[in-house]
């Protein structure tokens, strides 16, 4: 894999198929985020970084006892776009990431969580795909105004979630689909100020959309839930539902 801790650093691939990169060589990601085990493989690590561009690229990794598709830990003002992802904890797991941008990521069977942002602020997703994460699709912790636009979370499996938004703040989803994932389709924790806007949940084993402690002043505006053991279960008020269905 590949190991980046400088700033203005780009990997940009002209070629029709992308440049794939796995976890064979050096332990790349030993000693980053909360990494710290010996034969720490990712497919490509990021710290401590600004103005980091990569496009085109498949990143994976398959270690059987720690390491992440793609790892970034203090990366400021980057830009990633049309990346296959995979990996053995997470297919993509962003700490501190801050004012950067995502465009086409593909997540693809992850055996855990497909995308974790931990505390990382200000960043936009647009286009991202999860599927089949083996326990659970997209997850916010800590994170506050992010941007999702179109976004797909579909076929997890395991106990996990396909959007789970935890302690966090004014993140804003539109377009957002959900579709057959073990678990409550979207589930919010904890947080507020969020909208979510566009979004449909189906043939999920628990609920569609499954609010709960300390969750307030949220907006779920133009939602579809169909299929689901329940629809919309919320233990909480003070939330704005508009346009359901």
Known sequence: GLRITGDGIGIVNLSVSPAIFTTSGANNCNNIDVISTANALCGLAIANSNYVWIENVSLNST??????????????????????????LKSLKANNVRFSSFDKIKSDKSAGLGIV??????????????????????????????????????????????????????????????ANNNASQLYVFSSSNNIFQDVTAINGASQGILVATGSNDNTFNRVAVANNADGIWSSVGHNKYVDIA
Do not use: M, P, Q
């Open 63 to 88: 270690n059987t006892s720690v390491g992440h598709g793609v790892l970034l830990y203090n990366v400021f003002h980057s830009h990633f776009s049309d990346a296959i992802i995979s990996g053995n």
């Open 117 to 178: 942002l931990d505390s990382s602020v200000d960043n936009v997703f647009v286009e991202t795909d999860v599927a089949g994460a083996g326990s659970g699709g997209i997850e916010l912790n800590s994170s506050n105004r992010n941007r999702f636009f179109s976004t797909r979370v579909f076929n997890t499996r395991g106990t996990g979630y396909g959007l789970t938004i935890s302690g966090s703040l004014d993140n804003i989803f539109n377009g957002v689909v959900l």
